[in-house]
């Protein structure tokens, strides 16, 4: 028997069997997060057609499952430190089940508001969730990759969701495409059953009168000795809430927050708005899915090139530069001619550089918190970043409303992801590597 630290013993240890399953279903979960967020936007140009929505209508749907995220993100995902984050990916992903077969039978432009809106809690509380769960499955070694392989779920599932709804879109009505989302989130939950043990970071802080049993049960899951002894709890007295504000680590949240908060405005004006920019501009729903599809595969060719580049350059400079970089595309997108072409590549350019920026964004998340305070201080980051993403479709849907062009508009969000890639370089002289 033993009494080393076992969360000393994973990091320093190869991945186990479990622990790269455990980091393939949360890339699984993220690219459903990602079908379930964007599948409103792919329904948009059906939905248009079928009920006459103004666009300031279409805006407001596109905002009311990014408000869900955020109240998700901020309340329900902080309860994975209490309860366990196994739980609340179950809870989650149970709301998110209910709330997408909601969508499919909507009848009108308020019901499936209030339906996106339920779905975001759940997908919201996914996103907050699962990136804890793979900075405690992985090793120091490979941490920054399965971050990354996690995030690059996000545009799998934008992918696979685009190219399967242009399919739908051609044959069915718009309900088809949330019903895709239901079919494929009960084809994962065996999946998560069988593959997804509670993390050995929650059982260490959280423990209980069976902690030392639970815990010595997971080691031998993951290949380990067991131990005699529970270490000492790192979690402080604090909440975790109070935790992510104390003085030696409130700049780092505020940082964290600012940056995350002004790239997905951007993000989101761009991944709610490309399909139906796509329609406006005289072109098809399949053809729109298409273009979103395309966006969200370049982008994991952006998020690999992170990824090998991360090995020789200093993580938070190539985030700069990919929100930099996301900013600038956005930007011609707007300003390039509307020919499907010419569109289809600058959405192809722009989707890299967005998704290059995310994984990016979400492997800093996950470095910047302890983990007594890790589902709460990411939760925090991505929900305060939702209650924004919000606001953009909706805003844009309102300019668009008063004779904006795809031009001015796009060149609005544009700035703001040039603006924090700025914010994250001014992290980097005054924090330096504290949080990487």
């Given at each position: 028997m033993?009494?080393?630290?076992?969360?000393?013993?994973?990091?320093?240890?190869?991945?186990?069997?479990?622990?790269v399953?455990?980091?393939a279903?949360?890339?699984?979960?993220?690219?459903l997060?990602?079908?379930?967020?964007?599948?409103?936007?792919?329904?948009?140009?059906?939905?248009?057609?079928?009920?006459?929505?103004?666009?300031?209508?279409?805006?407001?749907?596109?905002?009311?499952?990014?408000?869900?995220?955020?109240?998700?993100?901020?309340?329900?995902?902080?309860?994975?430190?209490?309860?366990?984050?196994?739980?609340m990916?179950?809870?989650?992903?149970?709301?998110?089940?209910?709330?997408?077969?909601?969508?499919a039978?909507?009848?009108?432009v308020?019901?499936?508001?209030a339906?996106?809106?339920?779905?975001?809690?759940?997908?919201?509380?996914?996103?907050?969730?699962?990136?804890?769960?793979?900075?405690?499955?992985?090793?120091?070694?490979?941490?920054?990759?399965?971050?990354?392989?996690?995030?690059?779920?996000y545009?799998?599932?934008?992918?696979?969701?685009?190219?399967?709804?242009?399919?739908?879109l051609?044959y069915?009505?718009?309900?088809?495409?949330?019903?895709?989302g239901v079919?494929?989130?009960?084809?994962?939950?065996?999946?998560?059953?069988?593959?997804?043990?509670?993390?050995?970071?929650?059982?260490?802080?959280?423990?209980?009168?069976?902690?030392l049993?639970?815990?010595?049960?997971?080691?031998?899951r993951?290949?380990?000795?067991?131990?005699?002894?529970?270490?000492?709890?790192?979690?402080?007295?604090?909440?975790?809430?109070?935790?992510?504000?104390?003085?030696?680590?409130?700049?780092?949240?505020?940082?964290m927050?600012?940056?995350?908060?002004?790239?997905v405005?951007?993000?989101y004006y761009?991944?709610?708005?490309l399909?139906?920019?796509?329609?406006d501009?005289g072109?098809?729903?399949?053809?729109?899915s298409?273009?979103?599809?395309?966006?969200?595969?370049?982008?994991?060719a952006?998020?690999?090139?992170?990824g090998?580049?991360?090995?020789?350059?200093?993580l938070?400079?190539?985030?700069m530069?990919?929100?930099?970089?996301?900013?600038?595309?956005?930007?011609?997108?707007?300003?390039?001619?509307p020919e499907?072409?010419?569109?289809?590549?600058?959405?192809?350019?722009?989707?890299?550089?967005?998704?290059?920026g995310?994984?990016?964004?979400?492997?800093?998340?996950?470095?910047?918190?302890?983990p007594?305070m890790?589902?709460?201080?990411?939760?925090?980051?991505?929900g305060?970043?939702?209650?924004?993403?919000?606001?953009?479709?909706?805003?844009?849907?309102?300019?668009?409303?008063l004779?904006?062009?795809?031009?001015?508009?796009?060149l609005?969000?544009?700035?703001?992801?040039?603006?924090?890639?700025?914010?994250?370089?001014?992290r980097?002289?005054?924090?330096?590597?504290?949080?990487?």
């Amino acid at each position: 028997m033993k009494t080393d630290d076992p969360r000393k013993i994973i990091d320093h240890s190869p991945m186990s069997r479990t622990q790269v399953i455990a980091v393939a279903i949360t890339c699984a979960l993220s690219a459903l997060d990602g079908l379930d967020v964007l599948s409103v936007t792919f329904a948009a140009p059906g939905i248009t057609e079928q009920w006459g929505v103004t666009k300031s209508a279409l805006g407001l749907v596109f905002s009311c499952g990014l408000v869900g995220m955020a109240f998700g993100s901020l309340f329900l995902a902080p309860f994975a430190d209490v309860v366990g984050r196994r739980r609340m990916v179950f809870a989650s992903l149970a709301i998110m089940t209910i709330g997408m077969l909601g969508s499919a039978f909507s009848n009108s432009v308020s019901e499936l508001g209030a339906w996106r809106i339920f779905t975001g809690v759940g997908i919201g509380s996914m996103v907050a969730i699962i990136t804890p769960l793979v900075v405690e499955f992985s090793n120091l070694k490979r941490r920054a990759l399965c971050v990354a392989i996690m995030a690059i779920g996000y545009p799998l599932g934008g992918v696979i969701g685009g190219f399967a709804a242009g399919i739908l879109l051609q044959y069915f009505e718009w309900p088809s495409v949330f019903l895709m989302g239901v079919g494929l989130a009960l084809l994962l939950t065996p999946f998560v059953v069988w593959g997804l043990p509670e993390s050995l970071g929650y059982l260490l802080e959280r423990r209980d009168d069976k902690a030392l049993p639970r815990v010595n049960a997971l080691l031998a899951r993951l290949g380990h000795p067991a131990i005699d002894q529970l270490p000492p709890r790192t979690q402080r007295t604090k909440s975790s809430y109070a935790a992510i504000f104390e003085k030696a680590q409130i700049f780092a949240t505020a940082q964290m927050t600012a940056v995350n908060f002004m790239f997905v405005v951007a993000t989101y004006y761009f991944l709610s708005w490309l399909p139906q920019m796509i329609a406006d501009a005289g072109f098809g729903a399949s053809a729109a899915s298409a273009a979103s599809a395309t966006a969200n595969l370049s982008g994991v060719a952006g998020a690999i090139t992170l990824g090998f580049l991360a090995r020789k350059f200093e993580l938070r400079r190539l985030v700069m530069l990919a929100m930099i970089g996301f900013g600038i595309a956005t930007a011609c997108f707007g300003f390039a001619k509307p020919e499907l072409p010419v569109l289809i590549g600058m959405a192809a350019i722009a989707g890299g550089f967005l998704i290059a920026g995310v994984t990016g964004i979400f492997t800093l998340i996950g470095g910047a918190f302890a983990p007594h305070m890790r589902a709460t201080g990411t939760g925090f980051v991505i929900g305060v970043g939702r209650g924004g993403s919000a606001i953009a479709p909706a805003v844009a849907g309102v300019l668009f409303g008063l004779g904006a062009g795809r031009a001015e508009v796009s060149l609005v969000f544009g700035v703001c992801a040039v603006i924090a890639g700025l914010l994250l370089l001014l992290r980097m002289r005054k924090v330096g590597a504290a949080a990487a």
